[in-house]
């Protein structure tokens, strides 16, 4: 299991590290782009993130990863997480 309160993420897609602040779920809402077309069809269960940048004090916005499983994939497509806990020696 890769998600927990206080683990270091970084994204397929090049953004982060992350470390999670906040982790809800599971849940099987509706993925946005089904919810504005108009498809109601439930997700597979997925938790929801608050997640905040490690480097940089320069930003400390919170930033969201949603429809993640445990272990870091994506429900709604082909995202998944990496674990990036190297970063919590810093
Ligand atoms: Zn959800």
Not at 69 to 87: F, K, P, R
Request: net charge neutral.
């Amino acid at each position: 299991m890769l998600l927990r309160v206080g683990a270091c993420v970084r994204t397929n897609y090049n953004t982060g590290p992350y470390v999670v602040k906040k982790l809800t779920g599971p849940c099987t809402c509706v993925e946005y782009h089904d919810h504005i077309n108009g498809r109601e069809r439930p997700s597979k269960p997925h938790f929801h993130m608050v997640v905040r940048l490690i480097e940089g004090r320069r930003d400390s916005y919170d930033h969201y990863l949603n429809g993640y499983t445990l272990d870091g994939h994506s429900v709604w497509g082909n995202d998944c997480l990496t674990d990036a806990s190297q970063y919590e020696l810093f």
